[in-house]
């Protein structure tokens, strides 16, 4: 018989702590849709979607009830947008996006993802044109997800894409303005952005992957900060142990599910994604864990320190809990989605710049963050340039998922509901970046010795 | 395939018989049963084969929690798989 305070444990973890698998996505390939003509791709794709994602998510549904675990998102990435506009002939690329809604609604997932361009080192025929109707597509669909990656640790930084991307926050935000600017919150600007990543708003499906997968990420800061409090006076080192055998736990949760769900619709099992991913609901936050370890606020000296601890015994943990582990792994930041940051951020401790350096040690970058609706275009490309940077030298995923909260100010709150929380505007500096961004060109690749 | 079934909650007279006969009517094979009443706390961990259930493994889940509300215990039914991977290496 099994151990009780296993049983025990596992129960409470769930019941008591948020711990859930966060989203099951399947990746798919979309490059066997190209066509000259855009209705015949929007045909192929719609087509190709909901035959392999038929079963999604009753699948899901089914898992959830054998293992008694919540699985709360069944998600779909695809194969960068882009690539299917260069292959028409001037095709429009909002007929793709409806085209994409209209696949999520038919096969009930929460989120597709991938009307993204890869322009690390420059543009090739579909990309501008995709890029430049991302604003127009994400006002118009509710469930599709946009990604663009500007700069690779290999190629550099793209800053004819970053200037552009200041641009197309801004207007994705002006073009929802009515709707809490919610466009932007399923816009991601990346640097190394991976291929096999099961989350949004990044995920896309990279042409190194197979026609058909299943990825599976995990979420569990309540499990974690829980296992640190009943620990008030271990070492720094007792603290990392605690959080690696933890984040083993949870890891082989999601491989197991990962398993079954591969099993059940007959593709092949991706990678695990092992993440802290926070959520609005109390006990199920990332900034909590910080301040779990001793911290007073999340935001304060040497927050840092304790997420660089964090990020790098989750990762430890999982690994070996996992065959195969990719995606984004690490613990997630995202703002208006961690109690915690809020509450930080509203008591001005945690500041931007705070959450830059935080990027630097943790997954992904600056998430979920409202800005002021005045941020003129070229400061939003700034901010974009320093995360790239950051991603670039330490050969690491950085983002920025940005929101200007047109017609607010400092002080002012923008709730997106749901997932996606409550964002308090943030403060950015006030001085231009106009001439720089103004610039263009690439920001060459980083040396990879000389390291200081 | 077995599933691990939990009941925790007050001590009242029937708990097991009244789990048990869910199992039976399922027609899911009780194969261990632990059991402990600490002052006034009931738990119990029963551990059974469903791979000859009569219907899904949802209506057993839905029975069980059912009978959890009417008795007002917290029963939960899963799958051993879970425990297994998370708790064994």
Redesign the interface.
Known sequence: ????S??????RMI?DECLDIRTITMGISLLDCCAEDMNTVCDRVYDKITKKAEKLVATGE?IE?????PIINKRISITPAAMLVSATRGGDPVKLAHTLQRAAEATGVNFIGGFSALVHKGFSAGDEALIRAIPQALAETTNLCASVNVGSTKAGINMDAVRLMGEIVREAAVLTADNQCFGPAKLVVLCNAPEDNPFMAGAFHGVGEPDCEVHVGVSGPGVVRSAIEKYPDASIDELANIIKRTAF?IT??G??VGT?ASGMLGVPFGIVDLSLAPTPAVGDSVAHILEGMGLSVCGMHGTTAALALLNDAVKKGGVMASSSVGGLSGAFIPVSEDAGMIDAAVSGVLSIEKLEAMTAVCSVGLDMIVIPGDTPASTISAIIADEAAIGMVNSKTTAVRVIPAIGKQEGEMLDFGGLFGVGPVMPVRGESAEKFIARGGRIPAPMQSLKN | MKAVITVIGHDTVGILHKVSGICAEKNANVIEVTQSVLQDLFAMFMLVDICRLSCDFSELSESLTALGKELGLSIHVMHEDIFNSMHRI
């Open positions: 018989m099994l151990n009780t296993d049983i025990l444990e596992t129960i019941q089914q009830t054998e293992y008694g675990i736990k082989r949760m491989q197991l079954r």
